[in-house]
């Protein structure tokens, strides 16, 4: 009777137990063009990773001669340990490209390997595949710049899409992999630099054959320093980087006449940016960031309040605070990224012909409130009753000692804090210095957010920079000094200059090609490029690293050393993989030094 | 009713005689409704409200049967006196002719031959509590339950027999009335129960299959009985206050730290004018305000041998000291049976349920309270509430005023309103003698409503626009179960009896989510979240699973004699959430008993009343794969953490979403197979006076389901679902019931129950040659809940500062192990330090009664094993940082004039308590002797004479008082200043991950204290 039931009800039991799901999709859907489409918007979102977050920002800036910790993280943290080169294998900030990168080289793997069978047209489908390369070749680059030798096999082959459960590392040997390292990111940038459409949108960032060419340009220009090189790596560079330079036109890329306009928010999408990771304004769904008072890291553009140092409560006259909350355009004062003394004493010593200190750095906080209706009131007759209002300067950091003392003497009411008493680690004499403004983000919906703006990724002013280096370590100096005067006339300008104040300035800031050395070069990036996020892997690439941490970081002097060129490999990866032949030693993956 | 019944039978038996009598308690009081039965089996009857029956008997009649819940069954045999017979039973807490429940039926204990410990709902009620789980911590041998939480109605975390699943999930499976329940046990009123019955070991698991690896757990709701209808009315009411408060420093300590800190922003204007005036704000005091629970249960029941009946509802309501959390309950229940003829019986069972929780969803609000500074004020000289009390600038925007949750009830709320329809219906026919066929059939609907609101700048939402989350969740399920019995005695000494099931059941969850930032106003709360600006644009995100399950099962039980019983039990399972070709697993189970003082040799040994020796032996699993598990790979979230955000990006102002390879699946995944062997000994002395039982098992757990970190080189992001590795689990088990004392008319008893087990757990393989997944906190040969970390030997001390300096640390840090002895302090030094295994657990109850009065008291105890309390990990929680911005959980902290071992200085080395290269050290000082001894109740009772009760016209009335919690009487970890050894939640509750908890792990986080209640209550039956 039993067996009767069972055989009458099993058959529709067979039915009943299929799975018919609404909300699973497998790798089929990339055989559709919409399909394909979805994978490529994510490895553009996967690059949000790499640009914004706080680990990406930790590994970009601090540590090098341009920016330290500030005192926020002064006793424990990521910034602490980059900054000090005591860098255990668990730091946090590390993980940033290394747990995210591989995702989206896997994702344009996919890409690339579904793409031919889609129907679309050949047109639609080289764009997506020269998209595809171009950001497998921007994922290797974040992490060989920092790593050293990366895997270019997944699990299924060199540059394959791996599907399957795969637990090896294939790191080893080191310069073999660091040369398929390159020449993978040289054929990819080689492929999207003809694939891609010539100019990006004027109104967005898709990718171009303008970007592809700077970033060409610079894998050459990183290979020719590293054990992997090739002769004719300089020149290559060279050739890529002024492609690009005499053809801006055809390539839809210009310089601007204002250096202060290439980072001014609401001119997001000007000209001279080839590539930013994009967000949107006040959009958190868009921007992947649904807490965007609290996280720090994921997908978040946090870059316009970790290099804030303290404004709040500082400034105080007749018992009156001065700005006492967080006004939006000062952002979060999170005091994570202080700048050395090198910025201002060094790079930036002319801050008079050359306009890029005033347009990277803000030394004046005036009087601001986030306040509303009756607070805002009394807070305006209480600035009122001590002379005081919503406008004024609260905070400011003059450039000399002597402007301090001449402002002192004048008996101005505000803080002033004279150069010799700007945060440092060292003696912590206040909690101000000069923050970068690049990233200033006015338009949020509250002082405790991050970021809705786009993050720029490449300038062609970088390109006149890399051409610059290329021209002279192929032994054309000549050609250096003439794509830096570029950028020096540029810089010389401001606007409302009279004619002959401009031209004299721009006399000023002229270079002539017995001045052009490597180390100039770097200086000239600071003064271009202050802060970019980029300024780690320029030293470290360019074996300066050591070099200038020892002359110009104070905090990082006393452990770095020459195995600091490349970051340890995070713990965890150690720790996942399976050697496929049972070795148990695995520090044979880790970097030297590092265990 | 039972004139009639005597006319039936009159008529039906011409030649009977009539028989009778009463039928009276151990105290000589009338019994009624007890069942008077022929031994034949053929006619019935109940006991008047007198307690007196009167029955026809045919000639060749022997003996009656008196059987009353919680009494022993008597034989009484006809000798000849044909009237007014007094029969008198005796009480039966530890009957082994109680019938238990085994899952598709029941059995007499003593047939048992499987693993079972019965909880009666008269012992859970000895624990007032919202919900089961905490009732029954310690009272049962062999089932863990740990705290999870202490908001009201949290969660308790049940383990029967330990741990054996890494993932796959160790909660047992929940059987109500005979259906598989998948509701929360907050949906059931304590008060509701019958019985618990804890199925343990895999030969009487097996019967569930593919679900009963980690044990079953059979409730049993109260139905009506035959009888006079009776009402019965139970209440109680309580106050609850913290067991203590977490200790911070005062105002003069919290100078003291922050002066020598190497945080010198300096004291605000507010704290200076604290320090000149000698302030000392207590902010747990100002927050904490006594908390109540309240129950109340009413239920009518009662009924003739046609048809019995029982309905009755209840209200629940605990608060808790902190403002916007509570927990309220409404039920209503009700049941009834149709003997419809000789052959056929039906009946149903409703259980409706409508709970509202507030608070839950929120984070805990504690940590304010701890860190404000003391010299803030918490008022304005108007009177009006500080808003902004930070005693620091990085806090002074962000942290508001606890106190505003309370002055702003409306700013924060957050509510899960959730309704649970239970609903259960049977048939049974009897087809021929001894074979019946029953159909069981469940319904099952359940709807849940998350709602919260943030205030525009509200402590919450501190100068920020205001947001609103309605998470909307409904999940349906059906069962249908297909039983077919067969009872048949041969020749007097063979007892066969054979079970066989088909079944079938389907459930559907679907949920829609909504997040809406900016509210037009906010009285608008949740309620229209259209009501609100275009920006930011709404959150939306949703979800659907659904799975099936076919099942198979055949039981066959022969008992020889009441001496030898075998079991043979096989189920085979067919499941939609494996993959195609894969669905259909089996289930084999045997098990034996052998009652050894049945045997004639044992006769000669009258002090032991009952010996009974099993084993057994099963297969079962645990079906701990979530729908299409092996199907998609793609997704469009950012990660497996609901909530999480859609991957979109925008190529300027358009917007696109993304979908990358987030996993890899295993089209043959397949369960967790635990193997079970269970030797157990029932035992009974002095005519089961003391009786109990010893248990030994091993469990060996096969094909674990595991979710591979696979290196982040692979390219895939999620784990790898897949099957590795194997655990075992050991134990033994004891329980002991006595009755100390006794008497026989009312005097003094004392009663003890005593349980008292241990679990070894161990990972014995993972994949492959795979030793260690430190990110999953898994280490073979070591247990589930192993720690791995450095090793804390105190803190380094002046005299040892040049080896200190060795390592690169600096005297007042902490000192730790270099375990490798490489000479070097870094990761390398990580081993496993502890895990959370106790040594030995167990409870205890006694009962005394004297007169009226009864007392009772539990108690409840852990030795060995560690506890992780991330309150002392400084970066988990920041409230041990003692970095000087803020007030902190006061510790015995090291300075050159206080050499302590216990934590580190705060200003050594700019603050760092470690070196650079071990700046994860920090978690070392969460760790503590996790053991305790707790007496998690105390009650007194009085209950009025049956003849005063009768006066008021009750039949029974108790009074009780009873305290809750009330002492911890050995804890290291509240001798080190902790609250309470209790855990508070699972995984990491602190604000940074320490990196080695895995989501597994039982913590204490800075969470809602633990409470202490006094409770005065009352039963009354009319």
Sequence with gaps: ?595 | MLLSMSLISLALFAQSRKIDGSVLDEKGNPLIGAAVKLKSGKIATLTDINGKFSINVSGNETALLVTYIGYTEQTVPLTGQNSNLQIKLTPSSHSLNDVIVIGYGTARKKDVTGSIVSVSGNTLREVPVANIQQALQGRAAGVEVQAVGTRPGADAQIRIRGERSIQAGNDPLFVLDGIPYSGTLNDINPDDIASVDILKDASATAIYGSRGANGVILITTKRGAAGDTKVTFSDYYGISSVTSKYKVYNADQYRALRDISVFNQGYTADELAGIASGRNTDWQDLVYKNGYITDHNLTISGGSDKSQFSAGGGYFKQTTVLPGQDFTRGTLKATADFNVSSRVKAGFNNLLNYSITHGSQFPANVFPLITLSPLSSPYNADGSINIKPAGNTDDYNTTYSPLLLRSQPNASVDRVRRFHSFSSLYGEVRIIDGLKYRLNAGLDFQQEEGAQFQGTDSYFRPGTYNTATVNNATATKYSLDNLLTYDKTIAQKHRISVTALFGFEQQQSHNTSVRKDSITSDFVQFYNLGLSSTTPAPILSGGESKSSLVAMMLRANYIYDDKYMITLTGRRDGSSRLGEGNKYKSYPAISAGWTISNEKFMQSVPVISNLKLRAGFGITANQGIAAYSTLGGLSSVNSSIPGTPQVLYNYGTTVVNGYYVSRIVDPKLDWEYTKTTNIGLDYGILNNRITGSVEYYTASTTKLLYGISLPPTSGITDPYLTNVGNVTNKGMEFSISSQNITSDHGGFTWGTDLNFYFNRNKLVSLNGSITQVVSNQLFVGQPLSAIYDYKKLGIWQLSEAAEAAKYGFVPGQIKLEDHNGDGKLTVDDKYVIGNAQAKIQGGMTNRFTYKGFDFSFVLYGRLGGTLISQVYQPLAGYTTINDGRRNQVAVDYWTPTNPTNFYPSPNVAGGQISSPLTSDAGSTLGYFDASFLKVRTITFGYSLGKRWAKKIGAQNLRVYVSSQNPFIFFSPYVRAGGIDPEATGIGNQGVQNPGNISSRALTIGVATPSTKSFIAGLNISL
């Design chain 1, 1 to 595: 009777m039993l067996l009767l039931v069972t055989t009458l009800l099993g058959s529709s039991c067979k039915k009943s137990l299929e799975e018919h799901p609404y909300t699973a999709f497998t790798t089929d859907y990339y055989k559709s063009a919409d399909g394909l489409q979805a994978a490529v918007n994510a490895v553009y979102a996967n690059m949000r990773y790499d640009f914004g977050p706080v680990g990406a920002l930790a590994l970009g800036n601090v540590g090098t001669d341009e920016f330290t910790f500030g005192d926020q993280v002064a006793s424990s943290g990521q910034f602490l340990e980059l900054g000090t080169y005591q860098i255990p294998t668990t730091n946090g900030a590390i993980l940033t490209p290394w747990n995210r990168n591989y995702n989206g080289i896997n994702l344009c793997n996919a890409i690339l390997k579904f793409a031919p069978g889609v129907a679309m047209s050949d047109a639609t489908r080289n764009v997506m595949m020269a998209e595809a390369r171009y950001l497998r070749a921007h994922l290797y680059l974040l992490l060989v710049e920092n790593f050293g030798a990366v895997p270019v096999d997944l699990g299924s082959g060199d540059l394959q899409f791996t599907d399957v459960p795969y637990y090896g590392f294939n790191r080893l040997p080191f310069n073999d992999i660091l040369k398929k390292d390159y020449q993978a990111m040289i054929a990819d940038l080689t492929y999207a630099s003809h694939n891609l459409p010539v100019q990006r949108p004027s109104n967005a960032f898709k990718l171009s054959q303008a970007a592809a060419l700077h970033l060409l340009s610079k894998v050459y220009l990183f290979r020719a320093y590293s054990v992997v090189k090739e002769s004719t790596d300089f020149g290559s560079a060279y050739t890529t980087a002024m492609e690009l330079i005499n053809n801006k036109g055809k390539y839809g890329a210009d310089l601007l006449q204002d250096f202060g306009q290439v980072h001014k928010q609401g001119n997001d999408y000007n000209k001279e940016i080839l590539y930013s990771v994009e967000r949107l304004p006040l959009n958190n769904s868009a921007n992947e960031d649904l807490n965007p008072s609290t996280d720090f890291a994921n997908k978040v553009n946090i870059a316009n309040n970790l290099f804030n140092c303290l404004y709040q409560n500082v400034a105080s006259v007749g018992g009156v605070t001065l700005i006492d909350d967080r006004p939006l355009q000062y952002g979060r004062p999170l005091r994570e990224l202080a700048p050395t003394p090198y910025v201002s004493n060094v790079a930036f010593a002319d801050k008079f012909n050359d306009s890029r200190y005033d347009n990277s750095f803000r030394v004046m906080w005036r009087v601001a409130t986030v306040r509303t209706g009756v607070a805002l009131q009394t807070y305006v007759s209480n600035l009122a009753s001590v002379g005081f209002k919503i406008g004024d300067t609260a905070i400011y950091l003059p450039p000399t000692e002597a402007r301090a003392a001449q402002l002192v003497a004048a008996g101005k009411k505000y803080l002033i804090v004279p150069p010799s008493k700007w945060y440092n680690n060292q003696t912590k004499l206040s909690f101000q210095y000069p923050n970068l403004k690049k990233y200033d983000d006015s338009l949020r919906a509250n002082f405790q957010d991050v970021s809705g703006r786009p993050f720029i990724v490449s300038k062609l002013s970088e390109v006149y920079l890399t051409a610059a280096e290329a021209a002279m370590q192929a032994g054309h100096p000549a050609d250096a000094a003439t794509l830096i005067n570029v950028l020096r006339t540029r810089a010389a300008y401001r606007p409302g200059l009279s004619a002959a104040d401009l031209s004299a300035r721009v006399a000023a800031m002229q270079v002539s090609q017995s001045q052009i050395t490597l180390d100039f070069i770097l200086d000239e990036r600071t003064r271009e490029l202050c802060g970019e996020c980029i300024r780690w892997p320029d030293l470290a690439i360019r074996n300066k690293l050591i070099d200038r941490v020892k002359k110009y970081n104070p905090d990082g002097v006393g452990h770095v050393a020459v195995f600091n060129n490349i970051r340890p490999i995070p713990q965890d990866q150690i720790n996942s993989v399976v050697d496929p032949n049972g070795d148990p030693n695995r520090n044979k993956y880790q970097n030297p030094g590092y265990y």
